[in-house]
């Protein structure tokens, strides 16, 4: 990686930057300024896996400005090095957290680099046309013994957890309908997307889209959040009156 990588990047001279877990190798540009008012202007995250996504995306929408730049690195898979995280599988991600991927640029012969923005209400996105024919291959599967097969890969309190989700909106919107996509469990409601639920190594993610996590802004704070998730860490008691107030919320929206 050498300074041209900033151009590509658009970085501009005065703008503050935070460059999240970047490689070594990552140059130094001197132009950013080291004047600081609360955000950044250029976010620049590195993930080498999915669950670096999951865990690491939500420090980076907190550290980006409304207007700024926020680009997402991963390895490029080579001969038999390959990796679980790439263009498809990182849209995949993003769009249950509220954002989109815009452009994408490569950094060198080892790294990608993708920028994003904020989905808009009311926007429905779908993966370029490109993509879509691979991401179409393990995007979706439909019926209840998919979601049935992904909860029984866990086990211990990550498997109770994710049961105790699915029953409580089950309970609450007994009309809804189940999947897998974006290789997550999902409610579909009327046609259209309701929650995601996942599991992962040291929290539960849940996905209710943007409005139902700026609905609660406050009942969620001292949890991770981004624009359209939640982290509820293994940690801590899973807050399951919350949880089914957020589902409450959502079902008076879309029911």
Same mark, same amino acid.
């Given at each position: ?15 503050? /930057? /935070? ?15 080291? $004047? ?8 620049? !995250?590195?993930? #080498? =896996?999915?669950?670096?996504?999951? +865990?690491?995306? @939500?420090?980076?929408? +907190?550290?980006?400005?409304?207007? *700024?730049? !926020? ?30 991927? $815009?452009?994408?640029? =490569? ?7 993708? %920028?994003?923005?904020?989905? +808009?209400?009311?926007? $429905? ?10 991401? =179409? ?24 957890? &994710?049961? /105790?989700?699915? =029953? &409580?909106?089950?309970?609450? /919107?007994?009309?809804?309908?189940? %999947? @897998?996509?974006?290789?997550?469990? #999902?409610?579909?409601?009327? *046609? ?19 409005? *139902? @996590? ?10 991770? #959040? ?30």
């Amino acid at each position: 990686m050498d300074n041209s990588i900033f151009k590509k990047l658009k970085a501009k001279p005065g703008m503050t /930057a /935070a460059l999240l877990y970047a490689p070594p190798e990552y140059p130094d540009y001197k132009d950013f300024s080291d $004047v600081k008012n609360g955000k950044d202007d250029f976010v620049h !995250l590195f993930v #080498t =896996s999915r669950t670096e996504l999951d +865990e690491r995306f @939500i420090e980076a929408t +907190e550290a980006i400005t409304d207007d *700024g730049l !926020l680009w997402v690195s991963y390895p490029k898979s080579k001969g038999k090095l390959k990796y679980d995280i790439n263009r498809d599988s990182l849209w995949e991600m993003v769009i249950s957290e509220g954002w989109h991927p $815009v452009s994408q640029v =490569s950094l060198d012969d080892e790294w990608s680099a993708v %920028r994003l923005k904020p989905n +808009e209400e009311g926007v $429905v996105y779908e993966p370029p046309s490109n993509v879509k024919a691979s991401a =179409s291959k393990n995007k979706i599967e439909s019926d209840t013994d998919a979601v049935d097969a992904y909860i029984k890969g866990f086990s211990g309190d990550v498997k109770e957890r &994710l049961d /105790a989700i699915r =029953s &409580l909106v089950k309970e609450l /919107a007994p009309q809804a309908t189940e %999947r @897998i996509c974006m290789r997550m469990p #999902t409610f579909d409601l009327n *046609g259209k997307w309701f929650v995601h639920y996942a599991g992962y190594d040291k929290h539960i993610g849940f996905y209710p889209q943007p409005e *139902g @996590i700026s609905a609660f802004q406050d009942k969620l704070k001292g949890y991770k #959040t981004s624009k359209g998730a939640v982290q509820f860490p293994l940690s801590e008691p899973l807050p399951i009156e919350l949880i089914r107030n957020i589902v409450c919320f959502r079902l008076a929206e879309q029911g």
